[in-house]
């Protein structure tokens, strides 16, 4: 009975399933923030990370949070340590758990061993049926803390642009179809401050792919969604500076992917400019 009582609870968030709990970084990145976690089981825990097994992870994800929690406040690399340590706690919670039986059936929403077993580390899923699997409800870490509050450490930089992939939602587009403004403001501000940090051209690309997408709107053909001149304010200052932003991105990157290029050009060239809608969310739920 309490089992069907948290599965029901858990389903009313299925909103939450594109929020920053499902984020997740190459394995390659996670070792190392995990490495300069410092952690007691420090390489555990890798090999928990790089393996993505549950067995793995549940033998050291309990003493890995405990660990965590108790950075010492009163550590002159405080901020550092306790960053690392954080992300990669989020890293090595899985994002989601898989059914215990056949989609369609009653074992597939029946919360197997594994899910029960992260439960009592506090870590909740729910079984999300269009997915077909049991969904993170709500990670341990608050990314939108590191990305907000540990900017000063690499750690909270790739909180910064995790989030910026993200279009700054916390799920599903649920602050409203214009995500292209959050990243503009927050991305703009974090170039004047880190211009040269080890995730600032990522940051940069999706600063470009923002502006472009307040271009390619007020471009774009009026439907039951979208009214194209209430974008038209600003809108040729920003393909301007998404013009801007993707030189200056290939001009460090000159091997980058095709698709960047064409956008560039699309802007250049193409009155529509390049019809891509990155951070815009036109069927948003409100």
């Given at each position: 009975m ?5 599965l029901?609870?858990?389903?009313q968030c299925?909103w ?12 390659s990145?996670a ?30 994800l309990?003493d ?9 406040i009163?550590s002159?690399?405080?901020?550092a ?8 706690v989020?890293e090595?919670?899985?994002s ?13 929403w ?5 899910v029960?077993?992260f ?7 729910f079984?999300?049926?269009?997915d ?5 409800r ?8 590191l990305a ?8 909270g ?17 649920n602050?409203g ?9 927050h991305?703009e ?6 211009p040269?940090?080890?995730v600032?051209?990522s ?10 997408t307040?271009?390619?709107i ?26 801007e ?20 050009k ?5 009155p529509?400019?390049s019809q ?11």
């Open positions: 309490l089992w069907t009582a948290v029901v609870a858990l389903s299925s939450a399933i594109y929020g920053p709990s499902l984020a997740r970084v190459d394995a990145v070792a190392r923030a995990c490495r300069e976690g410092r952690f007691d089981r420090g390489p555990e825990i890798i090999k928990a990370i790089e393996s993505g097994k549950t067995d793995e992870i549940l033998a050291v309990g890995a949070m405990k660990e965590w929690k108790a950075t010492p009163t002159d690399q405080f901020n340590l306790y960053a690392a340590r954080a992300f990669c989020h090595l919670v899985p989601w758990l898989p059914p215990g039986g056949p989609v369609g059936t009653p074992d597939a029946r919360p197997t061993e594994v029960k077993k439960h009592d580390l506090g870590i909740e899923y079984y999300y049926d269009p077909a699997n049991w969904t993170l709500e990670d341990p870490v608050d990314i939108n803390l907000k509050d540990f900017l000063d450490t690499e750690w930089r790739q909180a910064f642009l995790m989030m910026t992939q993200l279009g700054w939602s916390q799920g599903g587009c602050e179809p214009d995500q292209f403004r959050e990243v503009i403001k991305s501000i974090f170039l004047k401050q880190y040269d940090a080890e600032s051209d940051i940069r690309l999706e600063l470009a792919n923002a502006y472009a307040w271009w390619n007020s471009r774009s053909e009026p439907d039951g969604y979208t009214t194209p001149e209430a974008y038209e304010v600003g809108a040729h200052e920003a393909r301007q500076r998404a013009i932003l993707y030189q200056a991105y290939l001009s460090k990157r000159p091997s980058s992917d095709g698709d960047i290029r064409d956008r560039l699309a802007l250049q060239e193409n529509k400019g891509k809608f990155d951070y815009y969310c036109p069927d948003y739920a409100d």
